[in-house]
């Protein structure tokens, strides 16, 4: 009767040590699988960015002096030279060296061909606004406590004579303190300030 006690008592453990086992494997076969499906979807995840950058795309309207205008789509970091092949090339009027064929296309942009006439018009303004100080960021204001006599004449109204006043004046005066101050010189009225006042400046 002790033996079969004893032989039950063994038996319940060992399948109570087998079910365990297989627990414990079931588990770590659970994990790895997860584990692989993490991966799988993570490289997805990766490989569907990638070709959605490689493969991203931008529209121009290129217009002007080219074959055949029109709205086009490039691939990103496509160049204006590109631009101008797809739309036909360049007609004979065009002016071919205005623009930087180099430069990267931007999404949405109008790409304009001018001719040589518009190209031409075009310069000769930027040149005109350069010389009259209308450029943002330069200043050609005359600064009445540094000028020499040759900057002085620039001004509007001042000639010879009145230039050596000025120069005189901060000789012995010291400084301007501010622009109006230069109405304190021999000669130098306010219709005459009027004239010069957004043309200097003191520093």
């Known amino acids: 009767m002790k033996k079969s006690i004893y032989i039950i008592i063994v038996f319940c453990m060992c399948l109570f040590c087998a079910c365990s ?10 994990e790895s699988a997860l584990e692989d499906a993490q991966l799988e979807t993570t490289a997805l995840s990766s490989s569907e960015v990638s070709l959605s950058e490689s493969h991203s795309t931008i529209f121009v309207h290129v217009c002007g002096k080219v074959n055949n205008p029109a ?4 691939e990103n970091g496509a160049r ?23 430069r990267v296309l931007a999404d ?12 031409l018009e075009s310069e ?20 009445i406590n540094t000028a020499s006599k040759e900057e002085l004449l620039s001004l509007k109204g ?23 101050d230069i ?15 957004d043309n200097i400046k003191v520093e």
């Open 183 to 197: 109405m304190k010189v021999p000669g130098i009225k306010q219709g005459a300030f009027n004239k010069i006042k």
């Open 108 to 119: 949405g942009e109008k790409l304009y061909v001018p001719d040589m006439e518009e190209a």
């Open 21 to 30: 086992s297989g627990e414990e494997v079931k588990l770590e076969e659970s």
């Open 158 to 180: 001042i000639g010879d004579s009145r230039a050596e006043d000025i120069i005189n004046y901060r000789t012995e005066n010291g400084k301007f303190a501010a622009i109006e």
């Open 71 to 74: 709205v086009y789509e490039f």
């Open 124 to 143: 000769s303004a930027n040149v005109a606004q350069m010389s009259t100080g209308d450029i943002k960021g330069v200043d050609t204001k005359v600064n």
């Open 80 to 102: 204006v030279v590109d631009a101008i092949e797809k739309a036909g090339g360049f007609m004979e009027e065009a002016a071919i060296d205005y623009l930087n064929l180099a």
